[in-house]
């Protein structure tokens, strides 16, 4: 916890006030491409005129814009009569912006309202949206009143909504009923967005995401010999028939000798649940053995395996050098190590800071990592959100991470060849061929890629994938999985060997925010939810680190301090860059009487493109939750 520091002469922090007294500013128009999830009608602001109105800017590769499609169910059924929210999807990489990927996206994430596909981010900048998730809530007469970035918000937003409903109730300008919502015609085929896959005794086991469940198939990956998990969203233990999964992904197998103490075979990544999951093959007996089913936030992550929060594991895999099985975190971007004999989990690598750093694996940095594969003394993994492959090999004091392919979180493309050069975009998969060279789902290209560790090389084997997302060398052959076409494939038939495609770089294509050169003023504004104040019981209730890239592009003012307004200094010279910002604040309900208050740490990472311009602003604004009232 940290400690609030007001500065004067920019308002960072407000106590709460009445929507009454809130600054009026009137909502921007909706601008984009299509509408979805509503039958094929366009909707305007006006149309929703009487209703409330809660606008997730949102992208489908980012893990906390799929936390707050799962942390607003509640509050959309809790406020079902009032609420419209409406997803703005406004992409970050190239594929985000083909329209049919993002009609699977809803499909796959049972987005249940309506979607703007906002492709050239033209609402988002109306909104002067500055990261994702972002939340922005419209009352009933159609002013803006409220905007909070990231996730973890859910509590503010229950009280931001119950003063509103109150007040237009009175008013008389709240109109109750059904919202523009039309669900989509659904399909049924036997795999509905498959994550991940591996070998089993003679069979071939994959992760069917939709489908909440497990699928064992025969050798041919057609035959379906059973299905462990009911079918429905849940996290029950029991039988094949009675237990359930949220979205499960990655599968890991246990060593026979491991399996046999334990009495499970393999370890399940079961991601919405932020649980691991153990099955045993035996009878397709499912128990929960590490998490919790909350999500971590804050706090330890070392600990009885049953009694530590997860963060949305995306694979899994047994590496020996570990002594356990690695957990790919893409929830907070770090690699939790479980062991199943110990009944244990703790942090393996990383910071928690969205990022690409090699080096120690406590200080390194990853971004989502969504694919591991073990292969001898190197542990493989796909970082997707900066696009790269990366790897951890033991060393004299621990373990280090190493970078093979990929330079950083706002790079990406389809281009072969050297490493330093080549590029992947969003990889989700990985796995490690007969002859120790790399496959690699690159998703977002539709590709499947080849990295040759004597060569530093990468290159192509197959194109025209449907977002292939895991793999998996079974019986000598490459198994992998098509997530958006619903099946199996072997894209490599014998002989085929890779080819080099000459690609072109590619850069996320978001606005850059235009700031004068020399001083610069940063401003991280936070309101506490209401009925709520900071936090201030254990020390400092507030922190902010800055950093850039590149890092020469701050002569002054990087670094980690606890008040939310910081002083910048720009070097001269420097035209373009990227300010990472990471903000957060604790705090707690208000209420003396209340023996023990709901509390919450609220954080958010920003990334912001900048652009030195004569006349660019000089005071930047993030707003973590509230509304900017600065001058």
Not at 158 to 164: A, D, N, T
Not at 301 to 306: E, F, K, Q, V, Y
Request: with cysteine; net charge negative; glycine share 12%.
């Amino acid at each position: 916890m940290w400690t609030w520091e007001q500065r004067i002469g920019a308002v960072l922090f407000t106590p709460h006030v009445s929507t009454a007294s809130r600054t009026r500013v009137r909502a921007p128009e909706f601008t984009g491409r299509q509408w979805l999830n509503t039958g094929g009608k366009e909707i305007q602001l006006a149309d929703l005129r009487g209703k409330i109105v809660l606008l997730d800017f949102w992208t489908f590769c980012c893990i906390n814009c799929l936390h707050v499609i799962d942390e607003l169910r509640p509050l959309e059924e809790e406020f079902a009569a009032e609420l419209v929210t409406v997803g703005v999807h406004s992409p970050k990489f190239e594929h985000e912006a083909d329209p049919d990927a993002l009609i699977a996206a809803v499909e796959r994430y049972s987005v249940h309202h309506p979607v703007l596909d906002d492709p050239e981010l033209s609402t988002w900048q109306n909104y002067a949206v500055k990261a994702w998730p972002t939340l922005a809530v419209v009352d009933p007469e159609g002013y803006l009143v409220h905007v909070a970035a990231g996730e973890g918000h859910v509590e503010a937003l229950r009280g931001v909504l119950r003063e509103l409903v109150a007040e237009h109730d009175a008013k008389g300008t709240l109109h109750r009923g059904g919202g523009p919502y039309v669900p989509p015609e659904p399909e049924s085929t036997t795999l509905r967005f498959p994550a991940k896959v591996a070998a089993g005794p003679g069979t071939i086991l994959v992760s069917d995401s939709a489908n909440h469940s497990l699928v064992e198939f025969a050798q041919d990956g057609e035959t379906v010999l059973r299905r462990i998990g009911g079918g429905a969203r849940g996290s029950a233990d029991g039988g094949p028939d009675e237990a359930s999964f949220a979205e499960p992904a990655g599968i890991a197998v246990l060593p026979d000798e491991v399996a046999a103490d334990v009495g499970y075979d393999l370890v399940v990544a079961d991601t919405v649940n932020h649980l691991l999951r153990g099955v045993r093959l035996a009878d397709g007996e499912v128990t929960t053995v590490a998490g919790t089913g909350a999500q971590w936030r804050d706090g330890t992550d070392d600990g009885p395996a049953l009694e530590t929060p997860l963060t949305s594991p995306w694979d899994v895999a047994w590496w020996e050098p570990a002594g356990g099985v690695v957990v790919a975190m893409a929830g907070n971007h770090t690699l939790g190590l479980f062991d199943p004999r110990g009944e244990r989990v703790r942090r393996f690598a990383g910071t928690t800071v969205e990022g690409l750093r090699d080096g120690d694996a406590a200080e390194a940095f990853f971004a989502q990592p969504s694919g591991l594969a073990a292969g001898g003394d190197r542990l493989w993994l796909a970082d997707s959100e900066t696009s790269a492959l990366r790897w951890v090999e033991p060393t004299e004091g621990g373990f280090a991470v190493r970078t093979a392919v990929g330079a950083g979180l706002f790079d990406f493309g389809h281009a072969d060849g050297p490493a330093e050069r080549a590029l992947l975009q969003h990889p989700l998969g990985v796995a490690v061929l007969p002859d120790g060279s790399i496959a690699v789902c690159d998703t977002y290209n539709g590709a499947l890629r080849r990295y040759d560790p004597a060569s530093n090389e990468l290159a192509t084997l197959a194109t025209r994938l449907a977002e292939p997302s895991g793999a998996a060398v079974i019986d000598g052959e490459l198994v992998v999985v098509s997530s958006a076409a619903h099946r199996l494939e072997r894209p490599v038939p014998p002989g085929v060997s890779a080819k080099l495609i000459e690609g072109a770089s590619q850069q996320v294509t978001r606005p850059a925010t235009e700031i004068g050169g020399g001083e610069l003023e940063l401003a991280v504004v936070f309101t506490p939810p209401p009925g709520g104040k900071l936090d201030d019981r254990y020390g400092p209730s507030t922190r902010l680190e800055v950093t850039a890239s590149p890092p020469e592009l701050l002569v002054e003012g990087a670094g980690t301090g606890t008040d939310l307004s910081r002083r910048l200094v720009l070097a001269d010279g420097i035209e373009h860059g990227v300010l990472h910002v990471v903000a957060q604040a604790a705090s707690c309900t208000d209420d003396p009487a209340v023996e023990h208050p709901t509390c919450n740490l609220t954080r958010q990472d920003w990334g912001v493109p900048v652009r030195i311009a004569p006349g660019g602003a000089h005071r930047l604004p993030l707003v973590m939750g509230g509304m900017d009232t600065g001058a």
